[in-house]
């Protein structure tokens, strides 16, 4: 028997184990769960968001929610998983919380060094009949989404033609060989998302549908439908009641964000005069030009983030089956790495109203537990509007890249962003929050790891 076999078998009986002690305590109670992640969402992006959407005397709706904690995001390093690092990605962070395990940023659902599956929340709840929703504005086949339900080595293996010595970007080449049903693995992002079961799944992602799946003649989406998905992609077909499994695809890839800054400027150096190019110490400096958030045109026809979690529960509630529903609003962080702060707050500004559609039907669901949180911190800083250093005779401004946003109350709001000196942003290292509503309270400490998420999701599906 190969390793790759052996790897697998490992990894059944490992499932096997917990879905018997997932099945000896589950009760008859139809508890729901529904865990909002906002990607890159920590208190520098939820204040900058606060700031511009309601003021700084302002709340927004996650704000008011009764119970809050603090949330370790914790990783290890690939090639010494027994040694901590401090700054996740959205693939191990969500794994985490999808999983319960720890393991080194880009892997779905696996360990580290060892490539191991880890059983997430999915494959325990398909066993009991939980209905299972997933609502992302990213590619539902994302590192976020694909977390729940995925197992590879690799995130940006999410279609059949990105599998082996697929160049990512700038020369970044993954492979993710030993994935390969062929080999023995479950195949590509894509292709694991039909067979996982998963009874919706909303959002962007359509051209990692359209290849031919592994060792076939249809496409991945013609696979979906032979195994019962109905498939739309327009926002209008979201309305009505569907029945079955809805897949729901909107966009190529990551659904464009409801805002964008004025004539789609983003975050720009400070500029300093010729005299300073001789010294640091001479010379003056100028800001860049305040600006205004406008309404992005390729967000047109879009469905919002509100209108997919309303379809998902519309889809998901019964009277006698849980569901657990994942709903991310992912654009915070990737206009984050873009700099681009008026992108990260209608971002913001869409988890919040799909926020407000999980607590209405909370109302009439009194059982179902509400988690709010980030997968990881992100590049992204209030600074005053001026250095307190100004009346020092010498050109004293933040090294990183600056946008003065113009906010509703009157005032300018100065975001800086200086992870580094390349074409992106990078996440950082802090904790980020975590809200829930009524149903959290006692069931939350005031300070948790991030791998504690998935206990608290698997023990309220239980309890």
């Not at 099945?23 to 109670?29: C, N, V």
């Not at 989406?221 to 739309?232: C, H, S």
């Amino acid at each position: 028997m190969n390793h790759l076999w052996t790897k697998r078998l490992v990894n059944l009986l490992r499932l096997s184990a917990l879905i018997v002690a997932f099945s000896s305590s589950i009760s008859a109670s139809a508890n729901n769960v529904i865990l909002i992640i906002g990607d890159g969402m920590d208190d520098n992006q939820i204040t900058i968001a606060r700031n511009y959407l309601v003021g700084s005397n302002g709340q927004l709706l996650l704000d008011q929610l009764p119970m809050r904690s603090a949330v370790q995001v914790l990783s290890v390093d690939e090639d010494n998983p027994k040694r901590a690092i401090y700054v996740a990605d959205s693939a191990n962070s969500a794994t985490s919380m999808a999983t319960g395990g720890i393991t080194s940023p880009g892997r779905i659902g696996t360990t580290a060094g060892a490539d191991l599956d880890m059983v997430n929340i999915v494959e325990l709840a398909k066993q009991q009949d939980i209905k299972i929703g997933l609502v992302t504005t990213a590619s539902i086949t994302d590192a976020t989404p694909a977390s729940f339900y995925a197992h590879v080595n690799e995130r940006g293996c999410e279609n059949p033609e990105a599998m082996v010595n697929y160049e990512k970007y700038a020369g970044i080449v993954i492979d993710c060989s030993q994935d390969l049903k062929g080999n023995g693995g479950l195949g590509s992002i894509s292709e694991q998302l039909i067979s996982s079961g998963v009874d919706v799944a909303l959002g962007g992602g359509m051209k990692h549908f359209t290849p031919l799946a592994e060792g076939s003649e249809q496409t991945v989406l013609g696979l979906a439908e032979t195994n019962g998905y109905k498939v739309i992609s327009d926002a209008e077909q979201l309305s009505g009641d569907h029945g079955g499994k809805l897949l729901g695809l909107f966009s190529p890839s990551t659904m464009p964000v409801r805002w964008h800054g004025e004539d789609g400027r983003e975050a720009e150096k400070a500029k300093t005069s010729f005299l300073h190019r001789f010294h640091n110490m001479l010379g003056s400096v100028t800001y860049p030009e305040p600006m205004g958030c406008e309404d992005n045109p390729g967000y047109a026809g879009m469905p919002s983030l509100a209108a997919m979690t309303a379809t998902a529960l519309t889809e998901l509630q019964s009277d006698e089956a849980s569901f657990f529903l994942m709903v991310e609003s992912a654009s915070i962080d990737k206009q984050a790495h873009g700099r681009k702060a008026c992108g990260s707050i209608g971002e913001l500004q869409q988890l919040d109203e799909a926020l407000a559609v999980a607590l209405e039907f909370a109302k009439s669901s009194p059982d179902t537990l509400i988690l709010v949180t980030a997968d990881h911190g992100h590049a992204a800083q209030i600074l005053s509007e001026r250095t307190i250093y100004e009346g020092i005779d010498i050109p004293i401004y933040s090294p990183g890249y600056l946008v003065r946003v113009n906010t509703p109350e009157g005032a300018i709001m100065t975001v800086n962003y200086a992870t580094n000196n390349f074409v992106s942003e990078e996440h950082t290292g802090i904790s980020v929050p975590l809200l829930t509503n009524q149903e959290g309270i006692g069931r939350v400490s005031a300070m948790i790891r991030q791998p504690d998420i998935f206990t608290l999701v698997k023990d309220y599906l239980l309890d």
